[in-house]
């Protein structure tokens, strides 16, 4: 059996439970180390969930 998911992009979003967001790109290049590991990893197309999550502006997202 295969799994038809894809895999994680770079430019997939990471937002964390404070609202505060960044690539998964800068997050795997260790520019948020800092950071806790707890955190959402939003597919770049899924726009129901950017806006679900109050990011529609940030993305330019109507």
């Known amino acids: 059996m295969t799994n038809a998911t894809?895999?994680?992009s770079i430019?997939?979003?990471?937002v964390w439970p404070d609202g505060w967001w960044?690539?998964?790109?800068?997050?795997?290049?260790?520019h948020y180390n800092h950071r806790s590991d707890d955190y959402e990893i939003v597919?770049?197309?899924?726009?129901a969930r950017l806006?679900?999550?109050?990011?529609?502006?940030d993305f330019d997202i109507p």
């Open 51 to 57: 806006k679900e999550l109050g990011l529609a502006e």
């Open 22 to 30: 960044a690539t998964l790109g800068a997050v795997w290049n260790g």
């Open 6 to 8: 894809r895999a994680q």
């Open 11 to 14: 430019d997939d979003i990471v």
């Open 43 to 47: 597919r770049e197309g899924d726009v």
